[in-house]
């Protein structure tokens, strides 16, 4: 009797604990996803608004923006009807694998592997407005 009470204790503890590490939200990572930017994305975006020079177009506020919209830079016809709203879930899915998302796409980027620097990565980008 005494141990199974444990036992159940156990499980919905595990059960939370388990909850806490699925929700998808932003926590303060230590800079992590300033280092995940500054080694896979900043070669060729920058997070300021002015991007002068950039292979990619700047990344200020690209949270919230449609895709393929910024004024000024030459996307590809395929960026350009995309037709998405730059969200962490569609900028997720850009960079796991850009040629498979945006079929014909210029960002010359072979992805993002693991789901932890995604995370990352994206969580950094709302917090450049
Ligand atoms: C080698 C250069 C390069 C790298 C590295 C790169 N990108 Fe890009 N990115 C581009 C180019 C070029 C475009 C424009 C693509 C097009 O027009 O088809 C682009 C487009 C984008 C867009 C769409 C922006 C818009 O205005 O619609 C997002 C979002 C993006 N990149 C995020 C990232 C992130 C995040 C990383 C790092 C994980 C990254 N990129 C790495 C070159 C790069």
Redesign the pocket.
Same mark, same amino acid.
């Given at each position: 009797m005494f141990t199974s009470q444990k036992f159940s204790l156990f499980g919905l503890l595990t059960l939370a604990l388990a909850q806490t590490v699925v929700a998808a939200e932003c926590t303060p990572d230590q800079g992590h996803g300033a280092q +995940?930017?500054a080694n896979? #994305? *900043? $070669? #060729?975006?920058s997070v300021s608004k002015d991007m002068a020079g @950039? %292979?990619? =177009?700047?990344?200020a506020g690209?949270v919230g /923006?449609?895709?393929?919209?910024?004024e000024g830079?030459? &996307?590809?016809?395929? @960026? /350009?009807s995309?037709d998405v709203t730059?969200q962490a879930e569609?900028?997720s899915q850009?960079?796991t694998q =850009?040629q498979a998302y $945006?079929p *014909?796409?210029? %960002? =010359? &980027?072979m992805?993002?592997a693991s789901a932890d620097? /995604?995370q990352a +990565?994206?969580c950094y980008?709302k917090e450049q407005r």
């Open positions: +995940v930017f896979e #994305c *900043g $070669v #060729c975006h @950039m %292979m990619g =177009p700047s990344l690209v /923006r449609k895709s393929g919209s910024l830079f030459s &996307y590809s016809q395929a @960026m /350009r995309k730059w569609t900028i850009l960079i =850009p $945006v *014909g796409t210029y %960002m =010359p &980027y992805g993002l620097d /995604r +990565v994206v980008l």
